[in-house]
């Protein structure tokens, strides 16, 4: 059973993940650029732009975290794909969908989370 709620579209959203062939490529700066900006703007340590795969998140650009990927099951991001508005966790050690997770009780010890869902042109204001 999945610890993580999964999106009404997930079959559509992963076909089309794959289908960009975005998976294990590469950093890019356009990407570097948003990872950049998000940490000076929001002033943390960590920014990701994460792709949830079927089962595992993926970073195509990272700042402030060594891995190249964590399992879904642990992923923040897991959460913020299932909703079509930003997800924003002010204290992720009293949010009970996250205060047993690893990545909030050891390392990187996080506080706070703030994801944005991409979604396609076509599916933007509804999930399928």
Request: net charge negative.
């Amino acid at each position: 059973m999945a610890t993580y709620p999964i999106p009404p579209d997930e079959e559509d959203r992963l076909n089309l993940l794959h289908a960009l062939n975005i998976l294990d490529t590469p950093s890019e700066e356009a990407f570097d650029r948003i990872t950049r900006l998000v940490a000076l703007i929001l002033d943390v340590p960590i920014a990701l732009v994460s792709l949830v795969d079927t089962d595992r998140q993926w970073f195509k650009s990272r700042i402030g975290i060594d891995e190249n990927e964590t399992p879904r099951e642990v992923a923040f991001c897991a959460h913020a794909i299932a909703q079509i508005t930003p997800l924003i966790v002010t204290d992720t050690k009293q949010d009970s969908r996250f205060m047993s997770n690893a990545l909030v009780t050891g390392n990187p010890n996080i506080r706070f989370y703030a994801g944005v869902p991409v979604i396609p042109p076509k599916n933007q204001g509804a999930h399928k």
